[in-house]
């Protein structure tokens, strides 16, 4: 038996057993208590480990860069475990806020049904129930982007694999993979296949199931709350069911598939408008704050023609970002999806010279595409923005789903290649070689990445792309598979660690000595300082400060009566919090999420604060009325606790 035939054999076992297998190792990563947060960041902020612990991360490396992983979203869903799952939580800055708004914490209520991936938290203790969270989406995506890329390559079961690693480990899922472009990708495959199987399956427990499949991503999909994404991918979604309509038109529908969807939808209507008219007044106060409340996107880059054009191209740089920290921007907002979208557009006047079954599903994919590099580069009316929903969208978001359909309609591309050979001949395919070399080329010497990218870089990408789209154009199809897959293994499976636990959080001194404090006295305020703002919520502590979804205007305007600085801190907010000796407190803006509070110590009372732990030296800072008393540190980080005496 060949190499290669033993290698078809363990694909075929593997694609035979998808489910089985995904299904083991979703156990296994939950029994080893793995996830693939940054937690471990905190280790830089909070050294000092409690006898015995040990770093928690088994392989990779925690990124600094995902802020919104270690800093934000892991402490919120702790947070929530630690008070209960409440849909308000009191206990996350003085004015608290809403968990469903705030970056989809679990949530002990029926909008739960629309977040699988919080499901762990129900009955898990809190490390579990991350470890739940990872191997869901890893496990899920990968499954239903096989799925999905089977259905629109006619069943190619190779290409469907090398698709589910494609799609799963892309750069943009994998540096967004606990936001929400991981989330709407998740979602939006979810939807899409089963509705595809709702209506394609004859049998009664597929349709129920893909019901129930479809209630619970819908949810999902509408509960991300990030508009900057989710009307981008609302119009994929759109496209490709289009496609799918006059791909596969002429079947017969029951009455009792237009009763289960009937119901299905339904209920997706009433957990949104449940959800939506408790969470009205917090949604009116996002939804009109200075960010990103009122930013309005009118298409276009700002950017010069040529500055655009290279920038659809940054996904060149991403097989280098988990290795050397781009030296532009940042690497979440460089990652992306690799795609061969130039090599398409070039080829479609063969492709779709004629719309016929067969294509339908790629064409409408590709008008998608044509219609979304028309809003990247040509603005529009205000008006036409607004109506549309597109307004929402700024130029790096929608750059992003660009690159993800590309991304799909290149697997789709590949998938039809196969079946039509005779589509590219030899000359036309060396022409397409060369014009994409030379794009790939012009777009880093033209563009940020050319500083980032060493003279033997540069030569590797493009000769890479170009290499590999020559192999698929030439029909050297397993050459391409094999390459492409080490491709997207060094892109994108390097990217986030696999971390063990919470001990990254919960056995440090600092992290014990607080929760023995709490212990004693649980209605305590805390302000934490320098970046334990969002370090106290996942030990419980009722937190001044912290990161706030929802502005906590209540709270800014009795320090700013006359509401002077209003356009500072009406925003979606990282709370830096500064106890200053002075009598008068001030705001200040450091970036577009991030503001900073310099509280003045005469008023701690307001809110009747009563501990104050960072590296802040504080001790000898008093007023005729209080003091403060110092009660633990000073640490390696310089972090100290002092307690407010109040007479």
């Given amino acids: 038996m060949t190499v290669v ?15 089985l297998i995904g299904l083991v190792l979703f156990v296994f990563i939950i029994l080893m208590n793995w996830n693939g947060s940054s937690i471990s960041q905190w280790d830089s902020r909070v050294s000092d480990r409690t006898k015995g612990a040990t770093s928690s991360i088994v392989v990779g490396q925690a990124r600094s860069v995902r802020t919104d992983d270690w800093m934000v979203q892991t402490p919120f869903y702790l947070a929530q475990a ?10 996350l800055t003085q004015d608290g806020q809403d968990m469903v708004i705030s970056y989809n914490s679990p949530v002990k209520n029926l909008t739960i049904v629309g977040k699988p991936f919080n499901w762990g938290f129900l009955f898990l203790p809190s490390d579990r129930a ?10 899920g995506m990968f499954l239903l982007s096989f799925e999905f890329i089977m259905i629109l390559t006619k069943r190619k079961r190779y290409l469907s694999l090398l698709g589910a690693f494609w799609i799963t480990l892309s750069p943009g899922v994998q540096w967004w993979f606990f936001q929400h472009l991981g989330d709407l990708v998740y979602f939006s495959l979810a939807i899409l296949v089963s509705v595809f199987y709702f209506f394609a399956s004859k049998k009664s427990w597929v349709q129920v199931c893909m019901a129930l499949l479809f ?49 299905a939808m339904l209920f997706v209507g009433v957990v949104v408008l449940t959800f939506v008219q408790n969470a009205m007044p917090q949604i009116k106060l996002l939804m009109n704050t200075a960010y990103p409340g009122k930013r309005i996107s009118t298409g276009g880059s700002g950017m010069p023609f040529s500055q655009t054009l290279a920038a659809m191209s940054y996904y060149l740089t991403n097989w280098k970002l988990p290795y050397n920290d781009v030296t532009f921007l940042n690497n979440c907002e460089v990652s992306s999806f690799l795609n061969f979208f130039p090599i398409i557009l070039l080829a479609s006047p063969k492709i779709f010279r004629k719309i016929r079954r067969e294509n339908a599903v790629g064409f409408s994919m590709f008008v998608y595409c044509i219609v979304m590099l028309l809003w990247l580069f040509i603005p529009v009316p205000k008006w036409l923005a607004k109506i549309t929903l597109l307004s929402y969208t700024i130029f790096t978001r929608s750059l992003a789903i660009y690159c993800f359909a590309g991304m799909i309609l290149s697997i789709w591309f590949i998938g039809y290649l196969m079946d039509h050979k005779e589509v590219i001949d030899k000359k036309f395919a060396a022409f397409l070689v060369a014009a994409i070399a030379a794009l790939y080329a012009w777009s880093i010497v033209n563009s940020p990445m050319d500083s980032y990218l060493t003279h033997y870089e540069f030569l590797f990408t493009v000769l890479a792309f170009a290499g590999l789209a020559a192999l698929f154009l030439f029909k050297h199809y397993k050459t391409f598979m094999v390459l492409m897959f080490c491709l997207i293994i060094g892109a994108g499976a390097t990217v986030n660690p696999i971390n063990k636990g919470t001990s990254a959080i919960y056995q440090k001194k600092l992290s014990q000595k607080i929760m023995s404090i709490n212990k004693k006295h649980p209605n305590a305020r805390w302000i934490g300082e320098g970046d334990l703002y969002n370090f106290l919520p996942a030990l419980g502590v009722n937190t001044f400060n912290g990161v706030a979804f929802v502005p906590i205007m209540k709270t800014w305007h009795k ?89």
């Fill in 130 to 139: 991350l470890s739940w969270y990872y191997a869901l989406k890893v496990v």
């Fill in 215 to 263: 209630s619970s991503s819908a949810i999902g999909f509408i509960l991300v709350l990030y508009p900057a994404f989710q009307v981008m991918f609302a119009y994929f979604i759109l496209a490709v069911l289009v496609g799918f309509f006059f791909e596969y038109r002429g079947g017969k529908v029951r009455p009792r598939q237009v009763i289960m969807a009937v119901i």
């Fill in 559 to 647: 320090l700013d009566p006359k509401h002077t600085d209003n356009f500072t801190y009406n925003r979606y907010e990282h709370i830096h919090t500064v106890v200053v000796p002075g009598k008068k407190t001030s705001f200040a803006t450091l970036q577009a999420d991030t503001i900073v509070v310099n509280l003045s110590i005469y008023d701690l009372h307001k809110f009747n604060i009563k501990y104050i732990t960072g590296p802040g030296a504080i001790g000898s800072y008093h007023t005729r009325h209080m003091k403060l008393k110092k009660v633990y540190g000073q640490d390696s980080n310089g972090n100290f606790i002092f307690e407010v005496i109040y007479h």
């Fill in 5 to 19: 035939t033993r290698g078809k054999k363990v694909l075929d076992y593997l694609i035979k057993f998808r489910y």
């Fill in 82 to 91: 630690k008070d209960g799952l409440k849909e308000f939580n009191s206990k």
